[in-house]
């Protein structure tokens, strides 16, 4: 293990900026983590974990050490009637459904070529098309910061919630996941209570879908809508769907009946934030560098030169357009390194 000095995180973030993190770090097993621990290097303040950087904005270099998870391997065995699958942090996610996919394990085909590595999947329970991280989570092995051991978090522990868990919240900073294990099993009943899986699934005549077909569709269903990162450089949904209490959104549905909305727990909306992007003419425009995607306005491109902060500001333009028109302000999904 080697820290690298002046390292350029351009093929480290899935938004292609460039920007210099000073020191730079590899782990490629767990005993490096406490290598670096004993060394002292965790003392330090500068310190950012990356996973597959498909959640990181860089608005500036990055005057610190970025410590890069890379530990490999996914492996399963039965417990009962289900399987307990185990990967370690620095695969990649998508490797992990299609290793699940291909051996029929069912319980995560809906979350098919999510960006990102597996390590990250809890830290925001990332979730698609009907189906969370959380729905078939065990529990998760963890490094911890300040003591140089591993603790496991067991789901109760994780307190999930949408894109958002304790590790977000109270425990920010503090551990960094190294493995994660799923419960999945063979009879699991594919869920396509999603409209655009269902329709996909019409549209090809399928009418009893196997874990495969979902898996086929919902990556259809994400390639037609998102862009690719590896040619056009994007984070995903870059802010949250907002969610709003019954009294405001009475008051926007009566003002905006077309709004787009799912129900969200009790007297709790959640609002599509690309429609309310798309409603203030942001969908598609491309200004320079930068741009929303054509297919979502949730998304924000860099369409090649884009630097970090071009990307930040676009954000700043979009939060306060939406603000203006619906009195909602929306946050940011994407982390924002570097101010
Ligand atoms: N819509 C518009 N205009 C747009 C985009 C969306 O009007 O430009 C409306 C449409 O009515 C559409 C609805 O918003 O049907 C919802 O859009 P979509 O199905 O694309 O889902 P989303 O709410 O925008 C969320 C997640 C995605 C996830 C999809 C599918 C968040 C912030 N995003 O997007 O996750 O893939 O659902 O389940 O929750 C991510 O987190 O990076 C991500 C891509």
Redesign the pocket.
Known sequence: MEILREVSLKTYNTFGVDAVAEQFVHIEKEEDLVQLFQAGRFEQNSLLFLGGGSNMLFVGDYAGLVVRMAIKGIQHRWRGDLIEVQAAGGEVWHDLVTYCVDKGFGGIENLSLIPGTVGAAPVQNI???GVELQDVFYNCRAFELETGTFKTFYKEDCRFGY?DSIFKGELKGKYIITEINLLLSTQSKPNTT?G?INAELAARGIVQPTIKDVSTVVSAI?QG??PDPSTIGNA??F???PVVSEDTFRRLVSDFVDI?YYRFGNNQYKL????L??QCGW?GKVMGNVGTWKN???VLVNHGKATGLEIYELSERIIESVKNRFGIRLER?VNVIGF
């Open positions: 979730g698609a098309y894109r999603y655009a994400r809508k998102l995903g949904s802010f949250k769907n787009v599509a934030a690309g429609w992007i798309e969908k979502q306005a949730l999904e």
